[in-house]
């Protein structure tokens, strides 16, 4: 059973404005999410991450927030820039296991 | 410059012949991991080793070994490789504190068709 959920296959947004890309998970034990973004034919590259304790994290455009108690996990980038058009995953750890979401791919308009 | 090398990026083979994908890291990681990328189901992890000689299975391991003989190298068996795990195979490592891990660095990837 999925644990990490991304439930948009695919978001379009024009440039400039946000982005908001989303992910549920339902373990509670996780303590630990990130983001990752990958372009085609290469590896998925680290892009922010939070711990359980906090609730926002901040890096230059990007932003995640995490909501405990709806178990629901969010990326904002602002604004949105058409490299930013990717595949972005979510994903959360327990400790020594990460679980990954199905990924959620970002079309920027220029 | 850090990173994580599999290798091949390309394999190409037929049904029961058995194969190893390679993966090295120079960042001196304790934990090393394989996942799998298939449409619509995301990254799903295969094998990990939290260090030299300790491995445990993740989610979809059935068809799959590792070894962790050295810390650097983490190399995928495929014994008998069967259609069904044609996927693009990831490797990666991390940093591992006695608090958790922490991010992960992901390897090139292995686009992988068994005929």
């Known amino acids: 059973d999925q644990q990490v959920k991304q439930n948009s296959p695919s978001l379009s947004v024009q440039e400039g404005r946000i982005s908001i890309l989303n992910c549920d998970y339902t373990?509670?034990?996780?303590?630990?999410f990130l983001w990752y973004k990958k372009y085609p034919a290469e590896g998925p590259t680290f892009l922010i991450s939070?711990?359980?304790?906090?609730d926002k994290n901040e890096d230059g455009r990007f932003t995640v927030f995490l909501n405990k108690s709806a178990k629901h996990l969010s990326l904002h980038i602002v604004p949105s820039q058409p490299g930013d058009s990717a595949v972005y995953f979510c994903a959360a750890s327990t400790g020594n296991q990460f679980y990954f979401g199905t990924g959620t791919s970002l079309t920027v308009i220029p | 410059e850090a990173q994580v090398t599999q290798n091949p990026r390309y394999l190409i083979t037929v049904t029961g012949k058995k194969l190893t994908v390679t993966c090295s890291q120079n960042?001196?990681?304790?934990?090393m991991s394989w996942y799998r990328q298939d449409p619509g189901l995301g990254l799903r992890q295969i094998y990990y080793s939290m260090n030299v000689e300790v491995t445990d299975k993740g989610d979809v391991p059935e068809g799959y070994k590792v070894s962790r003989k050295e810390k650097r190298n983490f190399p995928l068996i495929l014994e008998s490789p069967s259609p069904n795990q044609t996927s693009l195979y990831f490797c990666?490592?991390?940093?591992?504190w006695g608090g958790g891990l922490e991010k992960l660095f992901f390897g090139s990837g292995t686009q992988l068709s068994v005929l």
């Open positions: 990666a490592s991390s940093l591992f």
């Open positions: 960042m001196n990681h304790e934990y």
């Open positions: 373990n509670s034990m996780f303590d630990y």
């Open positions: 939070i711990s359980s304790i906090k």
